[in-house]
């Protein structure tokens, strides 16, 4: 299974990022596995914001709800690609952002994209 994060590199404050997560050698619609997003901000750990589910259910953080009150995960079976949308961004918003399947549970990742450099700046 390969995963890579595709994006604008450059996001202004108050606009939205949106990224998205391109699978394959794997179906995002395969029962039991769970599709999300990491972001790690510079000098900080990593952060789990949020998967979506075979079904389309999705899940959001709920340690920070001012960041899952911004935070939308959708996902394009036909191209088998699932997105992020991060609204209202500021420049605490940038970071390396990853994408991920989870197996199991949704923080047990085995599988992950080499992730993506957001900056939020004007």
């Known amino acids: 299974v390969q995963l890579q994060e595709s994006g604008p590199g450059l996001v202004k404050p108050s606009q939205t990022l949106s990224l998205t997560c391109t699978v394959s050698?794997?179906?995002?619609?395969?029962?039991?596995?769970?599709w999300g997003w990491i972001r790690q901000p510079p000098g900080k750990g990593l952060e789990w914001m949020g998967a979506?589910?075979?079904?389309?259910?999705?899940?959001?953080?709920d340690i920070t709800p001012s960041l899952k009150s911004r935070t939308s995960i959708s996902r394009d079976t036909s191209n088998n690609q699932f997105t992020l949308q991060l609204s209202s961004v500021t420049p605490e918003d940038t970071a390396v952002y990853y994408c991920?399947?989870?197996?199991?549970?949704?923080?047990?990742?085995?599988?992950w994209g080499k992730g993506t450099q957001v900056t939020v700046s004007l």
């Open positions: 979506i589910d075979s079904s389309g259910s999705t899940y959001y953080t």
């Open positions: 991920s399947r989870s197996t199991g549970n949704l923080r047990t990742m085995d599988y």
């Open positions: 050698g794997g179906s995002i619609t395969a029962n039991s596995y769970y």
